[in-house]
């Protein structure tokens, strides 16, 4: 999370508009990367799961994937986004440092 802010400073040139900015941009798209990567892993998890379950029982077993993944995909935006906000707060500032 502090490679966030080392990054933000390296862009925005000393300016504490900017640096704010960019550490909000960072965290969201990288946040935003990590959800969809997670969630077509698992995504891909489920229907492999899924065939396995079907071949051994075939019966109508495929009316609860849709539930797990819609639970799996919630938690995983829960978690996304308490990243990101902490994120954001750890790497924010308020007034310039003069150092």
């Known amino acids: 999370m502090r490679r966030i802010g080392i990054a933000a400073s390296k862009m925005s040139k000393g300016s504490l508009w900017n640096y704010n900015l960019c550490v909000i941009l960072i965290a969201t798209f990288f946040s935003i990367l990590v959800f969809l990567i997670c969630g077509f892993s698992i995504l891909?998890?489920?229907?492999?799961?899924?065939?396995i379950f079907h071949f051994l029982k075939p019966a109508d077993f495929h009316a609860g994937w849709a539930h797990i993944f819609k639970v799996c995909m919630i938690?995983?935006?829960?978690?996304?986004g308490l990243f990101n906000v902490i994120a954001i707060l750890?790497?924010?500032k308020f007034t310039k440092n003069k150092i």
């Open 75 to 80: 938690i995983l935006a829960l978690v996304m």
């Open 44 to 51: 891909l998890i489920i229907f492999l799961v899924s065939l």
């Open 90 to 92: 750890i790497n924010t």
